[in-house]
């Protein structure tokens, strides 16, 4: 279904499938799955969390302006920040500490891998920082490292270079290919960033698709993403679903 609806010329069009379920365990709220549009199962995704807060919110299925929401990478904390009209204006998800552990191996057959620094936030990500991510071919270059030896269960890649008003990131994203955002990957990048000097803990990450505002907390070594939500459409899907 995930494959099928995320087609963008036969189906609904998107970067994947999101479910949103009841939890059994008092630990959380809620349950969220994400499928990329491939079809394979995503531990983590950081926009669609705040999607997911929006619209349990929103469509009244909770009152409550901070949600637990259960992942595959654990229980991520959902802040609601709400206007004066009582909509849900952005959120902001503690998305836990970041790993540095890469267990990549480097393969000699396949080649080096370009300098970058690897950061999990869930799920794996590889930052490149470049003069002008601008100019980089994201779909050759991602396409290639995503699959590369050194990650065996393949990566999210990054090409980011730090600007004036905030660090400029494109993402290729595993299991989608080119995306306008990425909330663990913003993540990834501000603490790439932080990590090797190059910007303080908070950062505004510019992405095709809007910014994010990610902060790495030196009091508890957490992420906080802060960004907004919206809704694009909505609409009915009649199961069967067989494809055109």
């Known amino acids: 279904m995930a494959r099928l609806w995320s087609d963008r010329h036969k189906g609904i069009g998107s970067d994947g499938l999101v479910l949103i379920g009841a939890c059994s365990t008092p630990e959380a709220d809620f349950t969220m799955r994400i499928f990329n549009a491939d079809g394979s199962e995503a531990m983590m995704c950081g926009n669609a ?12 299925l909770t ?40 267990a990549c191996q480097f393969a000699p057959d396949n080649g080096l891998l370009p300098e970058g620094i690897f950061v999990s936030m869930g799920n794996p990500h590889y930052v490149i920082f470049a003069d002008n991510a601008d100019t980089v071919d994201v779909a050759t270059e991602g396409a290639l490292l995503e699959y590369h030896a050194a990650f065996p269960e393949r990566c999210n890649i990054e090409f980011a270079t730090i600007r004036r008003n905030g660090i400029r990131v494109r993402v290729w994203e595993r299991g989608s290919g080119i995306t306008m955002a990425c909330g663990t990957g913003a993540c990834a990048t501000a603490v790439a960033a932080a990590k090797s000097g190059r910007s303080g803990r908070t950062s505004r990450i510019i ?37 055109i």
């Open 63 to 102: 009152t409550q302006t901070q949600i637990r929401l259960l992942t595959l990478s654990g229980v991520k904390v959902l802040d609601l920040h709400l206007t004066s009209e009582g909509g849900v204006d952005s959120v902001t998800v503690d998305m836990g500490e970041p790993v540095f552990e890469n």
């Open 49 to 60: 969390s705040r999607c997911v807060g929006k619209y349990l919110y929103e469509k009244k």
């Open 207 to 243: 992405m095709d698709g809007g910014m994010l505002d990610i902060e790495w907390r030196e009091t508890d070594n957490h992420v906080y993403m802060t960004g907004p939500a919206e809704f694009a459409f909505e609409g009915d899907i009649e199961l069967p679903y067989s494809k």
